[in-house]
Nanobody, 121 residues
């Protein structure tokens, strides 16, 4: 059974920071691209950040320079450091695993349950 368990969401003031974590089990972590998607109220889910098995990263344009994705294979965990948070960053953040790759326009195979991020202005 594949499990992706997110933590670290919460309420923060605009300009603040949060660090999301996602611990995985049931997959071979080192062979999977990992990423974060988010779903804002009334909007479709969108890719926020992806990190490949080789450590290459890509980001949604609005978070470039503010968010950093990283992975720790020893802990089977992927992180999303979010700085300079804005009210438009509000949403449910989902950890994803590619199973094995994450490609633009293709829904990742594995999803966590999501963690809520709220940014007050």
């Amino acid at each position: 059974q594949v499990l992706l368990v997110e933590s670290g969401g919460g309420l923060v003031q605009a300009g603040g920071s949060l660090r999301l974590s996602c611990t995985t089990s049931g997959i071979i972590f080192r062979t999977n691209d990992m990423g974060w998607y988010r779903q804002a109220p009334g909007k479709e889910r969108e890719m926020v950040a992806v990190i490949t098995t080789q450590g290459r990263t890509r980001y949604e344009d609005s978070v470039k320079g503010r968010f950093t994705i990283s992975r720790d294979s020893a802990k089977n965990t992927v992180y999303l450091q979010m700085n300079s948070l804005k009210p438009e960053d509000v949403g449910v953040y989902f950890c994803v695993a590619g199973g094995p790759t994450i490609q633009i326009g293709v829904r990742p195979r594995y999803w966590g349950q999501g963690t809520q991020v709220t940014v007050s202005s």
